[in-house]
């Protein structure tokens, strides 16, 4: 019987689309996330949107500067030319809508197909990983008030 084997060689890659919102106010965009959605080097723009009701936060990717409230999504590779740095200055944004971002969170975008939006829920940030130096100093992990258990 033979096999038509695919070699993976993408070991340090993800492939889970993720957006963080940082502290400083910028919305990063991992390369899944980019390569997902459409962003393939420099000339995109994102206009973003805001539901005070369900705290989602609409981003439409758009490649018209003069599109009204477009964002330069900044589109930046890396020296080795693996991977980029991608992100948009967001502040005012966040600022208006008054959206935390006193420290980094990361969210699993989704498109919503009815506007074609990626979708960021701020209701559903990704939970955070505690180092093992932080468990060994601090045994109470968030998540388990005794310390029990694994995080």
Do not use: W
């Not at 070991?11 to 393939?40: C, D, M, N, W």
């Not at 995109?44 to 964002?71: H, M, N, P, R, W």
């Amino acid at each position: 019987m033979g096999y038509n084997f695919e070699r993976f060689t993408d070991v340090k890659k993800s492939f889970k689309p993720k957006v963080t919102i940082r502290a400083g106010g910028h919305l990063g965009i991992s390369q899944a996330a980019a390569e997902r959605y459409g962003i393939k080097g420099e000339g995109y723009f994102g206009v973003f949107f805001y539901d005070k009701d369900a705290c989602v936060i609409g981003l439409k990717l758009t490649q018209d500067k003069e599109e009204s409230g477009a964002v330069k999504i900044q589109y930046r590779q890396n020296a080795g030319g693996d991977n980029a740095v991608i992100q948009a200055s967001i502040k005012s944004f966040l600022d208006r809508y008054q959206i935390n971002y006193s420290e980094s969170t990361s969210y699993r975008p989704e498109v919503d197909e009815e506007t074609g939006f990626v979708i960021i829920d701020l209701n559903n940030p990704l939970k955070k990983k505690v180092s093992r130096q932080r468990q060994k100093a601090d045994p109470i992990v968030p998540g388990n008030p005794d310390g029990s258990g694994q995080f």
